[in-house]
């Protein structure tokens, strides 16, 4: 009935609430578990209790887990990657451990497949030790790996301060934290009072120019920057330090979105290229969007949009009735909520702007 490519929580919550009432899905993720970015987040989130707050990423993520374990007709298949999907024979295809395919047609997709982190362009960004933030946290949280004993960070939304915490509590220094913006920290203050506490300086209005090594980091060129974003100079200084962690944002991964020929626009307040979808969250005859991929935001937003994603499958599929249109209700209460804080409003307006009545006036 209906095939869930990406297990983050939005893919999770879609196959719990589509599961429960009983379509017969496939939930598939590439890495050898599911959970998506909750795996490595060991802090306890903010927002509504009722969802996450007060919870640890990982510990959702194993609770998620355990309640679609319960569910026989949802078949998870890990290390399965979709590699393509062809509208043509509405078939979706994936590759399997041992270079093994395995072909699926469903009458219903949900893409969750999240994000990708961006990055910095700069002397030397290839050199080993120099890495996204996700795959810092990867590294620290899931396999216990130290990424290097002194590093910095780049950028200072949440996810890069959420990072350095991490690293300070692994025990690595943090000699400091840069970042382009000009007027203020953005990611919240909470995260970036908690790592000024241990001392580490939160440098705004600087940038990297240069990785210092050539088979290894050996530190970092830093400069500051002129209004006009150019390097000021005579401002450069260097760091020491033996790896670069830069998180300056995330990209929505519409790679297999594409495939579906949908219209795409580029939303800069989304994280970039998005396709324009009803209030069912489809975005093609048979195909509907949760999540990172659809739109950055946070865990608690993708759980939100892919439980809505996964009840409006179900009626979709004939199986809807008045517990489906009261989950429906309620969900999207927890989601305006959500999204319902004055740090909100551009983003609310941009999905409003994505957003339409009908999608088959905007597909034909
Ligand atoms: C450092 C950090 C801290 C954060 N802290 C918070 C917080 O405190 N509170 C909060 O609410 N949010 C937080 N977030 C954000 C939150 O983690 C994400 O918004 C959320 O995980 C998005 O869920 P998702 O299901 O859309 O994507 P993801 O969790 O990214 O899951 C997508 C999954 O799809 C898989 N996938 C991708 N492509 C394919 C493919 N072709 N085939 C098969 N599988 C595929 C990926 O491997 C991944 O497992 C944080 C994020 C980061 C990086």
């Known amino acids: 009935d209906f095939l869930v490519v990406g297990g983050g929580p939005a893919g999770m919550q879609a ?22 970015q909750l795996l490595k987040q060991t802090h306890t989130f903010f927002s509504d209790v009722k969802y996450a707050a007060g919870k640890r990423g990982f510990k959702l993520g194993e609770q998620m887990i355990a309640e679609l374990s319960e569910l026989p007709n949802v078949k998870v298949l890990t290390e399965t990657s979709a590699v393509g999907y062809y509208p043509k024979e ?29 990055t910095l362009v700069f002397e030397n960004n290839d050199i080993p030790g120099v890495y996204g933030a996700g795959g810092v946290q990867t590294l620290l949280n899931v396999f216990g790996v130290k990424p290097g004993n002194r590093g910095i960070l780049l950028g200072t939304g949440n996810v890069a301060l959420m990072v350095a915490y991490h690293l300070i509590q692994a025990g690595i220094e943090v000699a400091g934290v840069y ?12 995260h970036a009072a908690k790592i000024q506490r241990f001392g580490v300086p939160i440098v705004t209005r600087h940038t990297i120019v240069k990785a210092l090594g050539k088979n290894e980091v050996k ?3 830093i400069t500051r920057l002129n ?9 450069q200084f260097t760091v020491d330090c033996d790896f670069i962690c830069i998180g300056v944002g995330l990209n929505p991964a519409y790679d297999l979105v594409q495939l579906f020929n949908p ?13 324009i979808r009803d209030k069912t969250f489809r975005f093609a005859p048979n195909a509907y969007i949760a999540g990172d991929c659809g739109s950055i935001e946070e865990a608690t937003t993708a759980m939100l949009e892919g439980g809505l994603a996964g009840l409006y499958v179900t009626e979709a599929l004939g199986r809807g009735d008045e517990g489906v249109t009261a989950k429906i209700e309620e969900y999207t209460h927890a989601l305006e909520e959500d999204r319902g ?14 957003t339409v009545e009908n999608i088959e006036e905007v597909l034909n």
């Open 263 to 275: 219209k795409m626009v580029n939303n800069g307040t989304l994280g970039g290229m998005v396709p």
């Open 227 to 235: 209004p006009d974003y150019s390097p000021a100079e005579g401002s």
């Open 179 to 190: 970042a382009p913006s000009f007027s203020r920290v953005r990611g919240y203050f909470v």
């Open 15 to 36: 196959s719990i609430e589509a599961g429960q009432r009983g379509a017969d899905i496939i939930i598939i993720d590439d890495k050898d578990r599911l959970g998506g």
């Open 341 to 354: 804080s004055p740090f909100s409003t551009r983003l609310k307006a941009a999905i409003e702007e994505i």
């Open 219 to 221: 530190g970092a060129v």
């Open 90 to 118: 509405d078939v979706m295809l994936m590759k399997r451990p041992g270079n093994a395919t395995l072909k699926v047609r469903a009458k219903k997709y949900l893409v969750s497949t999240g994000a990708y982190e961006k």
